[in-house]
């Protein structure tokens, strides 16, 4: 039996799509040509062969026996089949400086495969000269005269004379003109080039071209070998429309990317093959080799489309053969409109195509799968010959589809994830493959949450793909569909819910369209499963006690009260909200429901209560610390729901505001039936209202109540906490509870539109400007600006480059900063490298210095990235200890018990307190101790543009390299010019983060988180002011600060002021390890050996 070798490929990764496809190259052309039992796998990020070859004899294979296959496109006029290249558009992989590098025939690569005698080239061969006999190919050049009267005929059609290119034709004629008569009889190559008479041969190529298209492309399948019709297959597939073609995305629009066309390059990177030698090892298995080939990989792998740098041959020509793997066929699935004609194996309808122009080029998505057990050939033919995945019962035919099938299992058996890449649009005609994740096939039960809207999102995605479509509506639908990209991905799934509540109101908005278009609201309620995506957050509590009234949808949408599965008209009295701010929606709904009320003997609508929220949350609402625009989104997807969530209970600390008590009455709930108490409660009602709605809006409430009748009777259970504007009574329409069920101290509630802010904290103390805010998160978003000049250069990414991405409204947008480098430098914000401490104000803070033996000063936890966890302090000693072991024994850890984060947060807290902002996982602690960054922050651009710039490094004894004499660039001799992109934008933004929950959730007290908060302010403002020098050629400058939901950011004087006094009460309450005035160094005993 023969010896079977387990090969690594490690030139072979599953990204970029090259180094995919030449995985795939590798295992067909070996068991087609060698071993008809290889097999092939993903293991980690490589690809392995198993076959009868070992590494030595793969490589003599394919340098020695292997015959390429035909790849071939005489209907382009880049192939070479038609003499000079006939493409038109902008080159972006041109592949003319490899051309000029070739021995023989520099104007042809075609001629060289025709000159060639190379058995291994037979089959090739034969196809070209096959083409050479069609009697319609287009001709290499033409006698003047019948060109020119070809062109004349062409102009006698009115619409293309009038047209743009039919004035550049009378230009060109017109040009040619004085040359007529002398070279009428003559070929047009023998005119004067002064005459222009070449662009004139090669629009008639063009024209001829263009009109044999079709019928080349059919010839080429029809009358060619096995080996070509699979090519074939590959690059086209017919459509059902009978004449029409349907190209792969993977091989751009018939085998070429622009103007790099795919025959040209193919047979020049042949002659690079098989004249070199090392260049096919080089590719298989990642070494170093000198390539003579110039020119890129076109969209294959964008990060090396630098047309002047050396290219492996074998890159190209194992992706070409890997390509044969994507075979299409004539299908329509399963009776969608949505994607008919040609079909080819893993490509789906690239995602938000809503957001593309009209007439643009819209490319398919490929999703590559990996495997990770050995799969012979045929096995692998097979699953790509069925490469499709269901949702449901119905094939995926978009990005979104194949996603859920990913996470529902719905894909074939074996494989283990896929590789998304997008094709997206470079310049001219002109893609590159980006990479667009990893997705592991899993079973993600929420996904299937989507198949309750799966029939009423396409017919919304197709509406959206109408030019007319408004914008709202496109804008609606994009987010909707990354919200639910985001559910197969397991990121926030709450914008799925959130998104179907944003796109009704788009519909609504833009009421004849959707009505134009079939797109009806949702009317089947979603089931009990979404009310898990709803956050556990005061804006979702809010919002959820607002949107689950019944009857509320009707007040929120122009629906149909006959037929709430229609459209009614936007002037229906039911329907009150708008594009008004939610203070002003609010108080329409209750005008609306007192008008109903009144019709209803003053029935309480509070008979409708479906959901309750929390007391402080009303009262949070009132200060103005919650998102407005949050809270209307959420009311509108809770309107969706067929069941409320349940919130955990919570204290309510907060007291409500006496007025708003009173207030509350006025839309209180139904009474027993003790008809006196009813009928003076009704009384006091009409009194308020009346009241209330004569006050000015500056004044306090005035309500027309002389005697102490029930309503004011109940007023008296709430004590006074703080005033509010009288605007806090019109808009009472939220319903409050500190349980699931509703009791005493229940309210409905509405707040000033400018509320007053909180003085004084939850213990009554008068509050400082670093107690902390109620709300969940403190979000900050600094604009920037470059310090001198216009561009800047971002951070960049090994094998990826600068992190471009595109927005749902295909905006780019870039990456210029990490988390993980902001995280960086706002920790050694307020370390001073003169004197290796704290800066003054900073200075009591807990720490760790290391020291070695001598007392000489090492590092410190302030600077090392992982804090605590960092070697140089775990393996120090502290009092003869291991630092390691101090940490495990204060925490308490017992690996066979749960550990007490309470314990943790003190011992952290105790030896170094910025991990309480910055995060620390204490992985030598049997990897469990973890405490997540509560600081933190990143830098975006946004609307950016790319600027080319470059240099040289001077060798100034020597310019030129002697690769002969191992004098080369990579040793650092001769001159090296380099390139390098820039970028300028609309806007920079630093955002940053402060989770104030989990600074509560310490519970260390008011001190400390005081104390973490203005810790905090002093960091971001000083990386504000100093840090934002992040590179040579990115030196930036903070020009405004915005504090999300209104305030302003306290000034870095006034936090240098105010740490002193917090440092000192947090470390009179034993916090820290050490005073001011006591030892923090731990011995570095690890540099001992």
């Known amino acids: ?232 297959d ?51 298995y990642d070494v170093t080799a000198v390539s003579p080939s110039k020119g890129s990989l076109g969209m294959f792998a964008p990060a090396r489309a630098d047309s002047a740098a050396a290219t492996n041959p074998w890159d190209w020509l194992f992706a070409l053969e890997g390509s044969l793997m994507f075979a299409g066929a004539s299908t329509k699935r399963l009776g969608t409109s949505e994607r008919q004609g040609g079909s080819f ?45 269901r949702v449901g019962e119905r094939e995926a035919v978009t990005g979104l589809d194949f996603a859920r099938a990913v996470s529902t299992l719905g894909v074939s058996r074996g494989i283990n994830g896929f590789v998304r890449v997008a094709m997206t649009a470079r310049n001219g005609k002109a893609y590159y493959a980006t990479n667009e994740g990893r997705f592991d096939v899993q079973d993600i039960p929420e996904v299937r949450l989507l198949d309750e809207v799966d029939s009423w999102f396409s017919r919304l995605r197709r509406a959206a793909q109408d030019k007319h479509v408004p914008a709202r509506v496109a804008r609606a639908t994009r987010a909707l569909e990354n919200g639910f990209f985001a559910v197969t991905r397991n990121f926030d799934i709450s914008e799925a819910l959130l998104g179907l509540g944003d796109v009704e109101r788009a519909l609504g908005e833009a009421l004849s369209f959707a009505k134009k278009a079939g797109l009806q609201p949702i009317t089947q309620r979603l089931s009990e ?29 122009p629906i149909d009260f006959e037929t709430p599965w229609q459209w009614g008209r936007a002037d229906d009295a039911d329907f009150v909200f708008s594009e008004r701010s939610l203070i002003e929606n609010l108080h329409a709904l209750l005008q609306r429901d007192d008008i109903e009320a009144q019709q209803r003997e003053m029935k309480s609508p509070d008979d409708s209560i479906r959901a309750f929220c929390h007391l402080s949350d009303i009262a949070r609402f009132i200060d103005g610390d919650v998102d407005d625009v949050a809270v209307d ?10 069941k409320p969530p349940c919130f955990d209970d919570q204290d309510d600390p907060l007291g409500i505001p006496a007025t708003f008590a009173v207030l509350r009455l006025v839309h209180g709930g139904s009474l027993d039936d003790k008809t006196q108490l009813k009928r003076d409660l009704n009384d006091a009602r009409a009194r308020l209202r009346r009241g209330l709605d004569r006050s000015d809006d500056g004044g306090a409430p005035t309500p027309c109540c002389r005697r102490p009748s029930a309503a004011c009777a109940c007023a008296r259970r709430f004590e006074p906490a703080h005033a509010t504007n009288h605007r806090c009574a019109r808009l009472s329409s939220h319903h409050a509870t500190t349980a699931t069920t509703r009791r005493p101290g229940s309210a409905a509630f509405t707040r000033s539109a400018i509320a007053i802010p909180r003085t004084t904290n939850r213990k009554g103390d008068r509050m400082t400007i670093f107690d902390l805010p109620l709300s969940a998160r403190y979000l900050l978003a600094a604009e920037l600006k470059p310090m001198q000049g216009q561009k800047f250069q ?81 393996k120090s000693t502290l009092n003869e200890n291991s630092f390691s072991d101090v940490l495990k024994t204060e925490i308490g850890f017992n690996a066979n018990r749960p550990f007490s984060r309470d314990q943790l947060i003190k011992v952290l807290a105790k030896y170094d307190v910025g991990c309480l902002l910055h995060g620390v996982f204490l992985e030598s602690i049997a990897g469990v101790l973890r405490v997540p960054r509560a600081l933190s922050g990143f830098v975006e651009a946004e609307n950016v543009q790319r600027v080319q710039t470059g240099g040289v490094k001077n060798d100034r004894v020597q310019a030129t390299k002697d690769e002969e004499a191992g004098q080369t660039a990579s040793t650092g001799f001769g001159n090296v010019p380099f390139h390098r992109t820039d970028f300028v934008a609309e806007k920079i933004v630093a955002y940053f983060n402060l989770d104030l929950d989990q600074v509560r959730g310490y519970r260390l007290g008011d001190d400390v988180e005081r104390l973490l908060f203005a810790l905090s302010v002093l960091k971001i403002q000083r990386f504000l002011a100093r840090g934002l020098r992040l590179r040579t050629a990115c030196d930036l400058e903070s020009v405004a600060v915005t504090v999300r939901g209104g305030g302003q950011l306290p000034s870095a004087a006034d936090a240098e002021s105010a740490l002193p006094e917090l440092i000192a009460k947090v470390a009179e309450a034993e916090v820290f390890a050490f005073s001011r005035d006591h030892d923090h160094e731990v011995r570095g005993g690890w540099c001992q050996g």
């Not at 070809?150 to 004085?178: N, Q, V, W």
């Not at 390059?265 to 090392?278: D, I």
């Not at 009591?844 to 992982?866: M, N, P, Q, R």
Request: glycine share 6%.
């Open 1 to 232: 039996m023969a010896e079977v070798f387990d090969v690594k490929l490690t030139g072979c990764r599953p990204e970029p799509l090259a180094s995919y496809l030449k995985a795939l190259g590798v295992l067909r052309l070996v068991a087609e040509q060698k071993d008809m039992n290889a097999a092939g796998y993903w293991c980690g990020e490589h690809f392995v062969l198993r076959s009868s070859l070992d590494a030595d004899a793969l490589v003599a294979f394919f340098e020695n026996e292997w015959r390429p296959t035909p790849v071939i496109a005489p209907w382009n006029g880049g192939s070479g089949f038609t003499g000079a290249d006939d493409s038109e558009e902008d080159d972006d992989g041109n592949n003319d400086e490899e051309i000029e590098a070739l021995d023989v025939d520099a104007d042809s690569p075609v001629a060289w495969i025709r000159q060639s005698t190379d058995q291994r080239l037979a089959a090739v061969r034969a196809v070209v000269e096959m083409i050479y006999t069609w009697p319609d190919l287009p001709p290499t050049d033409l006698v003047l005269s019948v060109a020119l009267a070809e062109a004349r005929e062409k102009l006698a059609d009115e619409s293309f004379a009038r047209g743009k290119k039919g004035k550049e034709l009378f230009t060109i004629i017109a040009k040619i003109e004085p040359f007529e008569d002398e070279y009428s009889e003559r070929l047009v190559s023998e005119v004067p080039k002064a005459a222009g008479a070449a662009k004139l041969l090669t629009k008639i190529r063009g024209w001829r071209r263009a009109a044999a298209k079709s019928r080349f492309i059919e010839r080429t399948r029809s009358t060619m070998s096995d080996d070509v019709v699979v090519w074939m």
């Open 234 to 284: 590959s690059v086209v597939a017919p459509a059902q429309d009978l004449g029409k073609v349907v190209f792969s995305s993977l091989l751009g629009s018939g085998a070429n990317d622009g103007r790099l066309d795919f025959t040209k390059t193919t047979f020049v990177r042949l002659q690079h093959a098989f004249a070199s030698s090392g260049l096919a090892r080089a590719a298989l």
């Open 345 to 389: 194996p893993f490509q789906v309808a690239r995602m938000n195509t809503a957001s593309l122009a009209a007439g643009e080029d819209g490319r398919d998505e490929l999703w590559l799968p990996f495997w990770i057990k050995p799969a012979t050939q045929r096995e692998t033919q097979r699953l790509f010959a069925e490469g499709r995945a």
């Open 529 to 557: 499963g979404w009310s898990a995506l709803v956050d556990d957050s005061v804006e979702a509590r809010l919002g959820v006690c607002l949107g689950q009234r019944l009857a509320f949808r009707r007040r929120l949408l």
């Open 633 to 642: 989104r959420w009311s509108r997807a809770a309107s969706l729901l067929s």
């Open 794 to 874: 971002p951070t960049g990414f090994p094998d990826v480059g600068a992190g471009v991405f595109k927005t749902p409204s295909s905006q780019e947008f870039l990456a210029v900063e990490s988390h993980q480098s902001v995280a960086n430098r706002l920790e050694s914000a307020i370390w001073d490298d003169a004197t290796q401490d704290l800066i003054v104000s900073a200075q009591g803070l807990s720490y760790v210095k290391v020291v070695d033996e001598k007392g000489a000063f090492l590092t410190a936890s302030v600077l090392e990235a992982h804090r605590l966890n960092s070697v140089y302090v775990e």
